[in-house]
């Protein structure tokens, strides 16, 4: 099966295909496409994998197409951030 592995970072993108057999696994998807040497300090985990923007665990199975996605850390609460916002706007 044909499969995609992207990270992405503000400045720089990563987009890796990679076969893999029936039944694999989303953590053995990564594994296979050698994305992790390629970032550098890549840690995969349940809280930042999913395909197609829907948050799954490693041991999901992957199917023929799907895009699976390494998602970075937040660096603000997204609440928090409007906060801030709505804080400085009235401020202004």
């Known amino acids: 099966m044909q499969v995609e592995v992207v990270f992405a ?24 496409s ?3 040497s390629m970032v550098g300090e890549l840690e995969v985990s349940a809280d930042n994998v999913g395909i197609y923007g829907r948050r799954l665990k490693p041991d999901a199975t992957v199917e023929e197409g799907d895009r699976i996605e390494i998602y970075r ?6 609440k928090e951030e409007r906060r801030l916002r709505a804080e400085a706007a009235k401020k202004a």
């Open 9 to 32: 970072m503000p400045d720089r993108q990563w987009r890796v295909s990679t076969e893999v057999p029936e039944g694999a696994t989303i953590a053995q998807a990564i594994a296979a």
């Open 34 to 36: 050698g994305i992790e």
């Open 73 to 78: 850390p937040l660096l603000i609460d997204p």
